[in-house]
């Protein structure tokens, strides 16, 4: 089984709403930075939220911040990413993401994250 398995992805209209989430399992979660990074054609893996281990803090990206929402679960199993108001930009392959690391230099590194799920796919019309 692998260590992180995201789903929830899907087909929406703009100003319409998704939740992913992504399971956890077989290494100790709660030690771990979590985040979610996407893909679209033609960009590099661009960062989109991020969750501290203790679900304390939470960073986001610009393009998303009062939009996307990110929750880790109590027992560490699952982490989400509520997306609001989507736009057809938002169109992409969003992948999981864990750190190990007790400190990150920079939280949307994907250099930083070890553990990656495979991607799930997110497509907004107009």
């Known amino acids: 089984q692998l260590p992180l398995v995201a789903s929830g992805g899907g087909s929406v209209q703009a100003g319409g709403s998704l939740r992913l989430s992504c399971a956890a399992s077989?290494?100790?979660?709660?030690?771990?930075?979590l985040a979610w990074f996407r893909h679209a054609p033609g960009r590099q893996r661009d960062g989109v939220a991020s969750?501290?281990?203790?679900?304390?803090?939470?960073y986001y990206a610009d393009f998303v911040k009062g939009r996307f929402l990110v929750f880790r679960s109590d027992d560490n199993a699952t982490f989400d990413l509520q997306m609001n108001s989507l736009k057809p930009e938002d169109t992409a392959t969003y992948y999981c993401a864990a750190s190990s690391r007790s400190l990150l230099l920079h939280v949307f590194d994907v250099l930083e994250y070890n553990i990656w799920g495979q991607g799930t796919q997110v497509t907004v019309s107009s």
């Open positions: 969750i501290s281990p203790d679900g304390g803090s939470t």
């Open positions: 077989g290494f100790c979660a709660r030690r771990n930075r």
